[in-house]
């Protein structure tokens, strides 16, 4: 077989016929220079014929972390991510980048469920911006209004109806 074929369980897949289907759709209904043309060829047949690698069998997977490994990651100030060994105030859009969600990222590296996403320091500084601009107060300043408007019903006395000029005398 060569780079333009490959098989899925029985099947062969011809990647140059569905990139060129591919390709050719997208130009049909997309204004595409014809220098990025080239480009837009390769990118799409790699990326076809990486999805057709994808049943292959992945690399030898992430060992499981120790508990003293994971107590090392997590600081007040950021956690430190298994994938790269950086600090990170929040690791889910580093790990969305990376094309993992929080529950991949826990079982790939043998995390607990628990494991935190945002660092405490971070949580903390977003918690009391949201108590200083009053977030999640409404129900306690609803039902103080509620208490407030029952205890003070009364009935309000009709305002005096001024009538129109010319309707309440009658002089001829």
């Not at 430190?80 to 889910?92: M, N, P, R, V």
């Not at 306690?140 to 408007?149: I, L, M, N, S, T």
């Amino acid at each position: 077989m060569d780079e333009n074929t490959g098989t899925t369980g029985d099947e062969t897949v011809d990647y140059a016929a569905l990139t060129t289907g591919l390709v050719s759709a997208y130009v049909a209904n997309n204004s595409v220079p014809t220098v990025e043309l080239v480009a837009l060829i390769a990118t799409t047949h790699a990326a076809l014929t990486g999805l057709g690698n994808a049943g292959a069998p992945a690399a030898a997977p992430a060992a499981n972390t120790t508990p003293a490994q994971i107590r090392k990651s997590i600081t007040h100030e950021g956690l430190i991510s298994f994938e790269d060994g950086k600090a990170y105030k929040t690791l889910k859009r580093h790990l969305t980048a990376l094309g993992l969600t929080p529950e991949g990222y826990r079982e790939k590296w043998g995390l607990p469920r628990d494991y935190p996403m945002v660092a405490a320091s971070y949580s903390e500084t977003r918690s009391t911006l949201a108590r200083n601009a009053g977030l999640g107060q409404q129900r306690r300043g609803a039902a103080a209004k509620v208490a407030e408007a029952t205890e003070t019903v009364a009935e309000k006395p009709k305002s005096a109806r001024r009538s129109r000029k010319g309707e309440g005398s009658a002089s001829t």
